[in-house]
């Protein structure tokens, strides 16, 4: 996860430099979502393709991963 922001201008520049991801991930067949979904998803065939805002992909795939774990 990205470190935590302690300035209007570290926070600005890391605004600035996000981009959208969109972040593929094979599903169980049994899986089911509860509560809100905080991304674009799209679900086929047992695939999740999730539009996600960050850094860099690595920053993407982390949200997704923890976001699926919870």
């Known amino acids: 996860m990205a470190e935590p922001i302690y ?3 570290d926070l600005m520049k890391r605004v600035k430099s996000l981009q959208v991801f969109t972040v593929e991930r094979e599903l ?4 089911v979502f ?5 991304y674009d998803m ?3 065939e047992g695939i999740a393709y999730i539009k996600v805002y960050a850094v860099d992909l690595a920053e993407a795939n982390q ?3 923890d976001f699926l774990a919870s």
């Open 7 to 9: 300035n209007m201008r």
């Open 28 to 31: 169980p067949e049994d899986f």
């Open 34 to 38: 509860t509560g809100t979904v905080p």
């Open 42 to 44: 799209k679900i086929n």
């Open 63 to 65: 949200r997704v991963d």
